[in-house]
């Protein structure tokens, strides 16, 4: 059983910058694919970036490429995501994800465990 827990979120302004982390529990965490998403109210839940156990592939979603960074820490059992360039249609609940495999995972509905989320607000 894996139990992802995000941080970092807060409100901020239009352009500026925030790190989330997301830490998981348990000594297989190399293991697992990871993703992040975001989800606002009323919406779909939408992928923003997935990467690979070893970290060596990462792919985004069209709104946030260019500006949105993933990374993991294998020893510390937690991965990250850089955001940059806020805008305020990003703000929503923002949630990390995790299947067991070696592929990339983009689909949210091939995660098997997911966090409760840590919301994003971004004001104009």
């Known amino acids: 059983q894996v139990q992802l827990v995000e941080s970092g979120g807060g409100l901020v302004q239009a352009g500026d910058s925030l790190r989330l982390s997301c830490a998981s529990s348990?000594?297989?965490?190399?293991?697992?694919?990871m993703g992040w998403f975001r989800q606002a109210p009323g919406k779909e839940r939408e992928f923003l970036a997935a990467i690979t156990w070893s970290g060596a592939t990462k792919t985004y979603g069209a709104s946030v490429k260019g500006r949105f960074t993933i990374s993991r820490d294998n020893l510390r059992n937690t991965v990250y995501l850089q955001m940059n360039s806020l805008k305020p249609e990003g703000t929503a609940v923002y949630l990390c994800a995790a299947r067991r495999t070696t592929a990339l995972v983009i689909r949210r509905d091939e995660y098997n465990y997911w966090g409760q989320g840590t919301q994003v607000t971004v004001s104009s």
């Open positions: 348990g000594p297989t965490f190399s293991s697992y694919a």
